[in-house]
């Protein structure tokens, strides 16, 4: 269980990154961008260069195609052994003579990809790390997967693992060992002809649209066909050199240009047996025309009208040139003038309307006071009498009956005092 489980993280390690680099050669790379303004009226040229992407027939394909594996031995010293390589167009070639019949290759390998090593009857001296190795020398591609091989006396110590960096197995000693080197690209699979793998394409996006609702301006075959969408292409507004797949200059070029030529421009480079995959943007904007140089029409005299005489200037006589500096600071000067005369008026109508406040409220206290003067409230609304009033009355006279009340008072006390002191007595 614990060996399947360990064949499975192997088989994983070994896979997943082939699979990341299919994955990722399938979108196309943006490998330049650039924004580009350009006066209206002017010529663009959106450059597009590859070099990988020029065409030539290459009759001896097969041969650009090779798988080779070595091993690096660390005992009894240090060196490095090619143990067989292999071509489409070749058969494979063993270089020690004590491994041929015992070292192979599928004779398949190039048509399902799988250059897996089969090593028959594993011996001491097979120990030291494996390299497998890829080389696709037209596309430019170099891939190498390293295996370390280990052998063993005991079934117990029989094991496959990862180290972190290479896959290390652990096999018995007169056993067969199968050492995993698979790559499904289709580049190194027999693919259709060459002319038909190389694709480029120009895309045009206005702005506001949606990128897969791009405009396609011009397809390009390295087999001479050509594919122009639109009219652009055909009034020589826009063109594409013909000897593009020749020299690898895909540039477009686009004349007299105006507003409605502004927006993304792509251009896709794909070469599907390379696996080759591209792409340029440029954002390109049109800005004002250029102004013109100022011409003056000749002027056509009559016989009768004579051509008015012009003074030549000496290049000894003084020269007034008239220079014309902006106000800049008469301009602060006002603008401050403005805000100061706002600020005043708006501070004297802050004072007047706090002079007036306080003016409001001191004749309110005084016509309170006056009023507490003057007379009282009382609680139940009543109101008493002013004594300004009471002062119309003659006091003299006031006193004078008063005087005779408390006096007729006092005499009646007496004789009901009197009265009563009679009839106790009875």
């Keep these: 269980m614990r060996l399947d489980m ?25 490998v330049e961008a650039k924004n580009i303004t350009l006066p209206a009226g002017s010529k663009a040229v959106l450059p597009c260069h590859s070099p990988r992407m020029v065409w030539t027939q290459d009759r001896l394909k097969d041969r650009q195609r090779v798988v080779h594996w070595d091993v690096v031995h660390s005992s009894p010293e240090y060196s490095v052994e090619r143990v067989l390589d292999m071509s489409p167009g070749a058969r494979q070639r063993v270089y020690n003579g004590f491994n041929k019949g015992r070292v192979s290759i599928p004779d398949s390998a190039f048509t399902d990809g799988n250059f897996s090593l089969v090593i028959n009857n594993v011996v001491n001296t097979d120990r030291g790390i494996y390299t497998c190795n890829l080389h696709h020398h037209y596309c430019q591609i170099h891939e190498s997967i390293q295996i370390q091989l280990n052998v063993t006396k005991s079934a117990r110590k029989e094991k496959r693992y990862w180290d972190g960096e290479k896959t290390v197995l652990v096999v018995l000693l007169g056993s067969s060992i199968v050492l995993p080197c698979v790559n499904r690209r ?60 020749t020299y690898g200059d895909f540039s477009l070029s686009i004349s007299d240009l105006a507003p409605e030529d502004k927006g993304l421009y ?112 009382i609680s139940e609304g009543e109101i008493a009498l002013d004594c300004t009033e009471m002062r119309t009355y003659n006091q003299d006279s006031l006193n004078s009956e008063f005087k005779n009340n408390l006096l007729k008072e006092r005499d009646m006390v007496k004789e009901c005092n009197k009265e009563f002191d009679g009839k106790m007595w009875k």
């Design 186 to 245: 289709a580049l190194w699979r027999d693919g259709l002809q060459e002319d038909q793998q190389q694709v480029a394409h120009w895309d045009f996006q206005p702005p506001g649209v949606r990128p897969n609702k791009a405009d396609r301006l011009v397809d390009l075959y390295a087999s001479g066909e050509r594919r122009d969408y639109g009219p652009l292409f055909a009034q020589s507004k826009m063109s594409v050199a013909e000897d593009a797949f």
């Design 266 to 377: 792509s251009c896709h480079l794909h070469h599907h047996y390379c696996g080759l995959h591209e792409r340029r943007i440029f954002r390109l904007t049109v800005g004002p025309s250029l102004p013109r140089e100022p011409t003056t029409p000749p002027r056509i005299f009559l016989n009768d009208e004579l051509e008015p005489k012009t003074e030549e200037v000496s290049e000894d006589s003084p020269r007034v040139v008239n220079v014309f500096l902006p106000e800049q600071r008469g301009y602060f000067v006002q603008h401050l003038g403005y805000f100061l005369a706002t600020f005043l008026l708006l501070a004297f109508i802050v004072i007047a309307v706090i002079v007036l406040t306080r003016r409001r409220k001191k004749r309110g206290l005084e016509y309170e006071m006056g009023r507490s003067v003057g007379g009282t409230m």
């Design 6 to 30: 360990n064949l499975l993280q192997i088989l994983a390690v070994l896979l997943l990154p082939q699979a990341w680099g299919q994955s990722s050669s399938s979108r196309p790379a943006v």
